[in-house]
């Protein structure tokens, strides 16, 4: 047995990145466009994932439970030290959800240095198969995640009933994409 001595082990946890922690932002599916993003108005999602000028590097913008019906684009922008994080609120179900069964996709990452944690994606489109063949066909359901985010991480996430679960692009330097279940996904042609 190899044991390490203690400079080693200083030496490799100082170059770890360092995660500074920042202010909490609140967005709910009852939330509004012009709520301040605080527990007792929060944004709609929409509203939180634009790079609203009140979020910064090392903020954390927590998703309260409940369904958010729809298609959303985030451009959040951390840095190395201190990422914004986007997580599901503790002891709630947040769902990112849509119900189109064309090309749709439900979360369009942009951006960078943002992790994306512990929430649920899913399609309830209930059509599963369709006529055009091809693995392109322009009538399939959409992806859960099309990321185009540099150095962004993709954590515990639940991914299903989509047409691709993440759809990461070689574009997007330094992702990440671990924890995940993703199952259910594709379609029949």
Sequence with gaps: MRVFAPIAIYAILSVSPVVTLGADF?????????????LQSP?????????????????????????????????LNGTPAAPILVRQYPGERAILEQNRTQNVTILYTRGSYTWYWGFEIMSSATT??????????????????????????????????????????????????????IFHNGWGG
């Design 128 to 181: 599963r198969q369709i006529a055009q063949a091809g693995s392109n066909p322009s009538t399939r359901p959409g992806n859960a995640i099309d990321n185009v985010c540099s150095f962004c991480k993709f954590i515990n996430l639940t991914i299903h009933n989509n047409g691709q679960g993440i759809a990461s692009w070689e574009d997007c330097r330094g992702t990440e994409i671990y924890g995940n279940v």
């Design 26 to 38: 609140y967005a709910s599916p009852s939330g509004k466009a012009t709520g301040n993003g605080s």
């Design 43 to 75: 944004w709609d999602l929409a509203t939180a994932l634009n790079n609203p000028p009140a979020v910064k590097p090392g903020d954390t913008i927590w998703l309260r439970g409940g369904r958010y019906i729809g298609t959303f684009s985030t451009r």
